[in-house]
T-cell receptor, first 114, second 110 residues
Framework: EAGVAQSPRYKIIEKRQSVAFWCNPI?????LYWYQQILGQGPKLLIQ????????DSQLPKDRFSAERLKGVDSTLKIQPAKLEDSAVYLC????????????FGPGTRLTVL | RKEVEQDPGPFNVPEGATVAFNCTYS??????FFWYRQDCRKEPKLLMS???SGNEDGRFTAQLNRASQYISLLIRDSKLSDSATYLC???????????FGKGTRLSVIA
């Protein structure tokens, strides 16, 4: 079974630029999560989708971050404009349902903002 | 008080040693508990769930103490391949997200 796919794996941008990350969850998984993991910290949930609807985006900085999952499968996370403190690994995870606590993570996108 | 707290380590132990990590959580309504493992520059992976009665999976034993609001992970006969960061994860009832601790780093030395 294919795992969670993410691209790009690495991205370097300058502050105030825009960036977008893509995630393809495990086939059939209804729930998709985007996490931000800053060096030395645990993953912090940014947004959770159930199919194409948002379940929780309370920790998403909505002035600069946006995410969508239009067809309930793939998802994109965008940052516009980026700040230095956005440098982190952005992890996408999926699970079969919202109630399933086994989340499968993708390899992440390592973002460096200069 | 942070929702989930862990000693960041690092714990440096020789091969074959027994090592234990604790994790405390602040929300007494928390009901689901997990340990995830994260290798350097890799994604987290579920290691084991933590059940009220405690549970064992090979060399790994997880315990839950609801009265004191902590969970523990015991690793026996440590292997070099156990070197990783161990993330404590807690969930409260309802449609709430998992809360991850900062992780405890373990280095098993030959």
């Amino acid at each position: 079974e294919a795992g969670v796919a993410q691209s790009p794996r690495y991205k370097i941008i300058e502050k105030r630029q825009s960036v977008a990350f893509w995630c393809n969850p495990i086939s059939g998984h209804a729930t998709l999560y985007w996490y931000q993991q800053i060096l030395g910290q645990g993953p912090k949930l940014l947004i959770q989708f159930q199919n194409n609807g948002v379940v929780d985006d309370s920790q998403l900085p909505k002035d600069r971050f946006s995410a969508e999952r239009l067809k309930g499968v793939d998802s994109t996370l965008k940052i516009q404009p980026a700040k230095l403190e956005d440098s982190a690994v952005y992890l996408c995870a999926s699970s079969q349902t919202t109630g399933s606590h086994t989340q499968y993570f993708g390899p992440g996108t390592r973002l460096t903002v200069l | 008080r942070k929702e989930v707290e862990q000693d960041p380590g690092p714990f440096n132990v020789p091969e074959g040693a027994t090592v234990a990590f604790n994790c405390t959580y602040s929300n007494s309504a928390s009901q689901s508990f997990f340990w995830y493992r994260q290798d350097c520059r890799k994604e987290p992976k579920l290691l084991m769930s933590v059940y009220s009665s405690g549970n064992e999976d090979g060399r790994f034993t997880a315990q839950l103490n609801r009265a004191s609001q902590y969970i523990s992970l015991l690793i026996r006969d440590s292997k070099l391949s156990d070197s990783a960061t161990y993330l404590c994860v807690v969930n409260t009832p309802g449609n709430t997200p998992l809360v991850f601790g900062k992780g405890t780093r373990l280095s098993v030395i030959a």
